[in-house]
């Protein structure tokens, strides 16, 4: 199975900030990674697709970037929405893995 | 308005069997490929099993051969049937809709339910 790992695992940060999270794969995934955000008590919810594509409705201030073994999701400028906890997932082939998350925290 | 909702959890002793529901509206089930992933109690997240359109099935090794998904056209519902439950299986089990690019062979997932948790416990 490929393994998913991301960096860090909790990221404090202010609204305003730009933050970037990290997600390498054990081997190549081309470009087939999604990011998603997860609320507690919630489902989670596409962000991006194919590394760098964004959701239809997910504000611009989300970005993707990245292709084969390394990976970021950006945000510029926070909001207080984007608390959150972060997964990457590739897609590649069977089974799908998940990134162990990144809790974003206000500081 | 494209909807997922989940159904059918709860509490079970370690053996057991229990089945998962998942109505959904705004889009057909059985045009889609659809996917069961699920969520232990403050960690991350597994995909279980995916059905394809065509009805082909496919299981993640921890329960292949226990659980078995499946769908009713008629009520656009997805199922998951889980047998031989395992203390290792509580989580929130999550009914998602595959968003596949144009090949059908990546798949990620666009809708999402709201879960259904699953506790297995004597």
């Known amino acids: 199975d490929i393994q998913m790992t991301q960096s860090p695992s909790t990221l404090s940060a202010s609204v305003g900030d730009r933050v970037t999270i990290t997600c390498r794969a054990s081997?190549?995934?081309?470009?087939?990674l999604a990011w998603y955000q997860q609320k507690p008590g919630k489902a989670p919810k596409l962000l991006i697709y194919?590394?760098?594509s964004l959701e239809s409705g997910v504000p611009s201030r989300f970005s993707g970037s990245g292709s084969g073994t390394e990976f970021t999701l950006t945000i510029i400028s926070l909001q207080p929405d984007d608390f959150a906890t972060y997964y990457c997932?590739?897609?590649?082939?069977?089974?799908?893995?998940f990134g162990q998350g990144t809790k974003l925290e206000i500081k | 308005e494209v909807q997922l909702v989940e159904s059918g959890g709860g509490l079970i002793q370690p053996g057991g069997s229990l089945r998962l529901s998942c109505a959904a509206s705004?889009?057909?089930?059985?045009?889609?490929?659809m996917s069961w992933v699920r969520q232990a109690p403050g960690k991350g997240l597994e995909w279980v099993s995916i059905?394809?359109?065509?009805?082909?099935?496919y299981y993640a090794d921890s329960v292949e051969g226990r659980f078995t998904i499946s769908r009713d056209n008629s009520e656009n519902t997805l199922y998951l049937q889980m047998n031989s439950l395992r203390a290792e299986d509580t989580a929130v089990y999550y009914c998602?809709?595959?968003?596949?690019?144009?090949?059908?062979?990546?798949?990620?997932?666009?809708?999402w339910g709201q879960g259904t948790m699953v506790t297995v416990s004597s």
């Open positions: 998602v809709r595959d968003f596949c690019d144009s090949s059908g062979y990546h798949c990620a997932f666009d809708i």
């Open positions: 705004g889009f057909i089930v059985s045009d889609n490929y």
């Open positions: 059905i394809y359109d065509g009805g082909s099935t």
């Open positions: 081997q190549s995934i081309s470009h087939w």
């Open positions: 194919k590394a760098s």
């Open positions: 997932q590739h897609y590649n082939t069977y089974p799908y893995t």
